[in-house]
């Protein structure tokens, strides 16, 4: 004879099962009926879409006067250059504002899409940066780069370029500036200290010096490195080489031994201004003058 205590727990057992099995078939029914009406919604979308295409054309209509298939190339709704057009008036107006405020210092600007160039002499570095960082139609704070490039032909072959950034206008400004060989250019470390291994970098690649430096020294290259690799007379291969000696047992640097000798091309054209000086495509509104490099003073002879 079974006892009533488990006799109770199985028949309740047994209704929790039947409930719970009622509870699945009801949302089973309930999903069925759900997606039943989501596919036949679909069919409804998908047949009204196509209802609604516009008839393709034939091969025949297709084709052009000529009987061929390809259709003329039609101009973009969106011109990617375009972009730039509103930008550049504005930049081209605050150019002639600084041609205006600083006629002495500033020889010509250029500008090209959203980039405003502004052309300066040597002499001229510290007063237009001082300008650019502390008038309030400016505040250009920072100095985010210095960079230079090498023109051999040119007889101030060196160009010096200051990329410069204004927090307060969100907004960018590139000052160029030139030298050779024995010209200095001043150093703006008293107005920016950041400016101070950016410098150092210039000068070790390219041989720029910065006059009034704090600390003007080699910061990238090797100690007792010669010559400047980032110019364009300086030899891919360089003039070292260097290895690890075993008998020494520390790395040694030695002449550099090649099968030929290095070639001159001092008498050829530059292969870098083959190409010619190109075309001129900004409006007349900013074609200035070509500027002139600096007369060098001579000094008194005592």
């Known amino acids: 004879m079974k006892c009533p205590v488990t006799a109770l727990h199985y028949a309740t057992a047994g209704q929790h099962r039947?409930?719970?099995?009622?509870?699945?078939?009801?949302?089973?029914?309930v999903l069925i009926r759900q997606s039943t009406r989501q596919v036949a919604r679909g069919f409804a979308t998908?047949?009204?879409?196509?209802?609604?295409?516009?008839?393709?054309?034939?091969?025949?209509?297709?084709?052009?006067?000529?009987?061929?298939?390809?259709?003329?190339?039609?101009?973009?709704?969106?011109?990617?250059?375009?972009?730039?057009?509103?930008?550049?008036?504005?930049?081209?107006?605050?150019?002639?504002?600084?041609?205006?405020?600083?006629?002495?210092?500033?020889q010509q600007f250029s500008v090209w899409k959203d980039e405003l160039t502004v052309y300066v002499g040597p002499s001229a570095v510290i007063p237009?940066?001082?300008?650019?960082?502390?008038?309030?139609?400016?505040?250009?704070?920072?100095?985010?780069?210095?960079?230079?490039?090498?023109?051999?032909?040119?007889?101030?072959?060196?160009?010096?370029?200051?990329?410069?950034?204004?927090?307060?206008h969100n907004a960018r400004i590139r000052v160029k500036t030139?030298?050779?060989?024995?010209?200095?250019?001043p150093s703006v470390t008293d107005l920016f200290q950041g400016a101070n291994w950016y410098e150092r970098e210039a000068y070790d690649m390219y041989g720029i010096f910065f006059l009034n430096h704090p600390d003007l020294r080699r910061i990238l290259t090797d100690y007792g490195f010669e010559g400047h690799p980032l110019r364009k007379d300086f030899p891919l291969t360089g003039y070292t080489e260097v290895r690890y000696d075993e008998e020494k047992k520390r790395v040694v640097?030695?002449?550099?031994?090649?099968?030929?000798?290095?070639?001159?091309?001092?008498?050829?054209?530059?292969?870098?201004?083959?190409?010619?000086?190109?075309?001129?495509?900004?409006?007349?509104?900013?074609?200035?003058p070509t500027p002139k490099p600096e007369e060098k003073k001579e000094e008194p002879k005592k």
């Open 128 to 168: 237009v940066m001082t300008f650019l960082r502390d008038h309030t139609n400016a505040s250009f704070k920072s100095v985010m780069d210095i960079a230079g490039a090498d023109y051999p032909t040119r007889s101030n072959r060196f160009e010096v370029v200051y990329n410069m950034l204004s927090h307060r």
């Open 46 to 106: 998908t047949a009204a879409r196509a209802a609604a295409a516009p008839t393709p054309p034939s091969p025949a209509a297709a084709a052009g006067p000529d009987g061929s298939h390809h259709r003329p190339l039609k101009v973009p709704v969106v011109n990617p250059a375009d972009k730039h057009i509103e930008t550049g008036k504005n930049l081209t107006e605050y150019g002639n504002y600084l041609l205006a405020a600083l006629p002495k210092y500033i």
């Open 253 to 288: 640097v030695e002449p550099l031994e090649l099968q030929q000798a290095f070639r001159n091309f001092d008498g050829g054209q530059s292969p870098w201004e083959m190409v010619g000086t190109g075309r001129d495509e900004r409006p007349a509104s900013q074609k200035l």
């Open 178 to 185: 030139y030298a050779d060989e024995a010209s200095p250019v």
């Open 18 to 29: 039947a409930t719970i099995y009622a509870k699945m078939q009801s949302l089973r029914s």
